[in-house]
């Protein structure tokens, strides 16, 4: 009987744990929940032990450079691959449906940065930092969102993945052109001379993958001795995967690879990134640390520039008629995701990492700002979503 009972408890485990995985908030609930070991963990007598694992050298890096720039360019090859699909066949692939998203991704990155500027206007040493809080983690947004699900249009949803599509670009070109420096002459035109082939593999039709993966992990290897941040060869390669069907009928390579990709980067990937860049200790932590300009900066950003910079710039759209609002949504679930467009956990941690590689005290300063300002916009969105009384668009 006891044999029995086991057996039936071993098997119900497999099938539980892959309807949570189907589960559409389950990324973002994972993601949150290794945040919160991390800050356990570095509030503990671990915390030593936690920093060693980070230096730990393997194969000349360190397992934080390890994580922020190999493992990361897994999820920037996802997200190159999410954008390449929406802009081609989905959500953006034409104007009336790239303006809203567009214009109020465009608000949501501006009205942060200048709000943070503003704040750290008299410190050359902290201004570098200034485009943490235009980002959105899009695995926070939706799974939040997704809690809501019975409560919200689909269109909302679309509108929101959209925006923080639009957002991931932004940010791997905000990359790309303020956080380079020191740059390899000879690495790029290598890394030129693979893109070049890339490129002419996919004009080719060759819908293997394994020849691009080949090649993309060439090109990482140049691209990290380039001076250039190794993740951006992610979103190169993305954008070299085709998108057309193989010769079977198949579903693109682009597809394939973005399906397979998708748990490793959301129940995996995601959730070490998250572990190892959220573990800060508050021991030390007063009110002036606090309100100190890069905290301050970053947490203001996020939850009053990003919901100001988002709703004002669709509200502006939307009143001059130059596109319209997601169908059957209200301004009360327009400004509620708004709200959670200000949680900017991963990529905020991932571009302080650039703006601040020297200064252990400045990224700690990042965690607690990030932490805060998108812990406070995902509360504010889901109050607003829920019991909010904003009118219905007239």
Request: include cysteine.
């Amino acid at each position: 009987m006891g044999n029995g009972l086991t057996r039936d408890a071993n098997l119900r485990a497999p099938a539980l744990l892959i309807r949570f995985m189907s589960w559409e908030p389950a990324g973002g609930i994972v993601l949150m929940l290794s945040a919160l070991a991390a800050l356990i963990v570095a509030n503990s007598p671990l915390y030593s032990s936690y920093e060693r694992g980070l230096e730990a050298s393997f194969l000349g890096m360190s397992m934080e450079h390890w994580v922020n720039d190999a493992l990361m360019s897994v999820f920037f090859l996802m997200v190159g691959l999410g954008i390449k699909r929406e802009a081609l066949i989905g959500q953006l692939c034409g104007w009336s449906q790239r303006a809203l998203p567009g214009l109020a991704a465009l608000g949501g990155m501006i009205v942060p940065a200048i709000l943070f500027v503003c704040i750290n206007r008299g410190s050359s040493e902290t201004l570098v930092g200034w485009a943490i809080p235009t980002a959105t983690d899009i695995a926070f947004a939706l799974g939040v969102l997704s809690l809501l699900s019975g409560r919200v249009p689909t269109s909302l949803k679309i509108f929101l993945s959209a925006l923080a599509i639009i957002d991931d670009l932004g940010a791997v070109a905000i990359i790309a052109l303020f956080y380079t420096a020191g740059l390899d002459v000879s690495m790029l035109l290598a890394s030129a001379a693979v893109i070049a082939l890339l490129v002419l593999m996919n004009k080719a039709g060759v819908t293997r993958l394994l020849p691009y993966l080949i090649l993309g992990t060439l090109l990482w290897g140049l691209v990290l001795k380039s001076g250039i941040h190794a993740t951006l060869a992610a979103v190169v390669v993305a954008f070299c995967i085709p998108l057309n069907k193989d010769a079977e009928g198949d579903d693109s390579p682009l597809q394939r690879l973005e399906r397979s990709l998708s748990p490793w980067v959301a129940f995996i990937i995601l959730p070490i990134f998250g572990f190892a860049n959220s573990g800060v200790s508050l021991s030390d932590v007063t009110v002036d640390h606090l309100l100190g300009p890069v905290p301050l900066g970053i947490a203001l950003g996020l939850l009053f520039g990003k919901q100001a910079g988002v709703f004002t710039f669709a509200l502006i759209a939307i009143k001059t008629g130059l596109t319209q609002a997601p169908a059957g949504t209200t301004w009360r679930q327009i400004y509620g995701v708004s709200l959670l467009c200000g949680v900017g956990f991963t990529m905020s941690l991932f571009i302080g990492n650039l703006a601040f590689p020297e200064s252990q005290r400045l990224m700690d300063e990042v965690k607690v700002g990030v932490l805060s300002g998108s812990i406070l916009s995902a509360l504010m969105g889901m109050a607003v979503l829920r019991f909010g009384v904003i009118q219905r668009r007239r």
